[in-house]
């Protein structure tokens, strides 16, 4: 158990629903980090939350979102999915940002269909 | 964009043998990590490494950060079936993100 916790697990969906992901950081980290990953792309960032407030921007598509809560958990939100959003979704953490190693979860898997 | 190129993409190995894995780029980075993926898991970080010709061993896996901070390698020595995974690097570019590297895809069989 790496201490990051994501939910659910697995997540099967049709074309054009939304779905929420949700990520529990390790204790004590303050960033969290959205990454997606599918064979042809490898790992892409997202988006970085630090304390509540977004601290970077990656690749996201705009009919995804994401937020930081105060009690730090994050949920991701995808919305009009299509057959290609079909990925591995990971959160990651670490205390702050910079050099610093980060901790993932063990991802959620969403098949669209 | 800073990208991560890391070689080879596959390696297929018989226990024992010793195998060299690299992750290089145009870019300077303040920093450069390696992490180790299993299937159905996350990745897991092995080591971070910070200053040009910086060397770190962690048991049989030793790492090396290029001395411009562009380039670092990973070598394991008398592989083991247990080392089987997907091996990523990753570096923290100069908007602060972490960019990973596509990873090498390592088998090892006994």
């Known amino acids: 158990d790496s201490g990051v916790t994501q939910t659910p697990k697995h997540l099967i969906t049709a074309t054009g629903q939304r779905v929420t992901l949700r990520c529990s950081p390790r204790?004590?980290?303050?960033?969290v980090y959205w990454y997606q990953q599918s064979l042809d792309q490898g790992l892409q960032f997202l988006i970085q939350?630090?304390?509540?407030?977004?601290?970077a921007k990656g690749n996201i598509l705009e009919r995804f979102s994401a937020q930081q809560f105060p009690d730090l958990h994050s949920e991701l939100n995808l919305s009009s999915l299509e057959l290609g959003d079909s990925a591995l979704y990971f959160c990651?953490?670490?205390?702050?940002?910079?050099?610093?190693?980060?901790?993932f979860g063990s991802g959620t898997r969403l098949t669209v269909v | 964009t800073q990208l991560l190129e890391q070689s080879p993409q596959f390696l297929s190995i018989q226990e024992g043998e010793n195998l060299t894995v690299y992750c290089n780029s145009s870019?300077?980075?303040?920093?450069l990590q390696w992490y180790r993926q299993e299937p159905g898991e996350g990745p897991v970080l092995l080591v971070t490494?910070?200053?040009?010709?910086e060397v770190k061993k962690l048991k049989r896996l030793t790492f090396q950060f290029g001395d411009a901070r562009k380039d670092s390698s990973l070598h394991i020595t008398a592989a083991q079936p247990g080392d089987t995974g997907l091996y990523l690097c990753?570096?923290?570019?100069?908007?602060?993100?972490?960019?990973f590297g596509q990873g090498t895809e390592l088998s090892v069989k006994p």
């Open positions: 990753a570096g923290y570019n100069q908007g602060g993100k972490l960019i």
């Open positions: 204790s004590g980290d303050l960033s």
């Open positions: 490494v910070v200053t040009g010709g």
């Open positions: 939350y630090y304390n509540g407030e977004e601290r």
């Open positions: 870019s300077v980075f303040s920093s």
């Open positions: 990651a953490s670490s205390v702050s940002w910079g050099n610093y190693g980060y901790t």
